[in-house]
Nanobody, 125 residues
Framework: QVQLVESGGGLVQAGGSLRLSCAAS????????MGWFRQAPGKEREFVAA????????SYGDSVKGRFSLSRDNAENMLYLQMNSLKPEDTAVYYC??????????????????WGQGTQVTVSS
């Protein structure tokens, strides 16, 4: 069982930056592929970014490529999402997720086994 707690969300103006953090209770975070997803009101959950267990493989959703950067610190059991050049359309609840899969990065929410409670990101125009 893994517990995930997101933090770092908030209100920011367009063009600004935020850094989301995800603290994991796992004894060995390196056993999990990790990812971030987001969901805006009235919309389906959207893939944001994913990272392999070692951190050597990364993948980003098309809407955030070049603006968001994902990293992990397995020694500290932490996952980070640096979000730059934020746009109003980035407004959503952002969720951290952990996958037991050993197949590199996972892009589908169905591949994840544990989810955090989410943190709200609001970007004003």
């Amino acid at each position: 069982q893994v517990q995930l707690v997101e933090s770092g969300g908030g209100l920011v103006q367009a063009g600004g930056s935020l850094r989301l953090s995800c603290a994991a209770s796992a004894r060995t975070l390196s056993a999990y592929a990790m990812g971030w997803f987001r969901q805006a009101p009235g919309k389906e959950r959207e893939f944001v970014a994913a990272i392999s267990r070692s951190g050597g493989t990364l993948s980003y959703g098309d809407s955030v490529k070049g603006r968001f950067s994902l990293s992990r610190d397995n020694a500290e059991n932490m996952l980070y999402l640096q979000m730059n050049s934020l746009k109003p359309e980035d407004t959503a609840v952002y969720y951290c997720a952990a996958s037991l899969s050993r197949l590199g990065v996972r892009l589908s929410g169905r591949d994840y086994d544990y989810w955090g409670q989410g943190t709200q990101v609001t970007v004003s125009s």
